[in-house]
């Protein structure tokens, strides 16, 4: 499969047109899981630390002021406390990923891919530049946190919470048809 990588946000995205298997051999670990075929598909180096970032980016919510988004995390171990545990890395992953008044709705024990790991899911409101001004948004996010050897692996759903439940199955079928070699 030929890699897409765009980097361009004027591309707009309508629901689900399918799903493709993204095949990662470019970066540790190397794994395998089925996304959306047709959404914008973008690649970073992690800014704070060692690793990539893998992102998709879906359908715009209908107030036009956030997109649905999957984000697949690889982050290597640099003897940061941070890393000690499981537990500690996803303790540290809630504060990041707390903006404002932050609900933890659920954080529970999972298996994916036979590999023990935690899942966690938040809610969040933020105000968001919209079409006519300032909207308070309801964000949900839902994210499952891996430890494999030497790195960490992180797949994180965010979406309006109006648009959650639209698209959650892209996350669950990310998550459910996850391999390592």
Known sequence: ???????????????IAGYREF??????????????????????????????????RGPANESQTRHTSLDIYLIEKDGNPRFESLDTFVAYTIKQESIGETSVLSNREVVVAGLEGREVKTSSHRVLPGPSGA????????WTTLMLGDCVF???YESPQEDFDSYFEVYQRLVTSLTFD
């Open 1 to 15: 499969m030929a890699k897409q990588i765009v980097n361009s946000r004027s591309q707009t995205v309508e629901g």
């Open 135 to 142: 909207i308070d948004v309801a964000i949900a996010k839902q």
């Open 154 to 156: 992180m797949a994180l």
């Open 23 to 56: 095949d990662n051999r470019h970066y540790e670990p190397h794994f395998k899981t089925e996304m959306p075929s047709n959404w914008i598909l973008e690649e970073y180096p992690l800014a704070d630390s060692k690793g990539r970032w893998i992102s998709l």
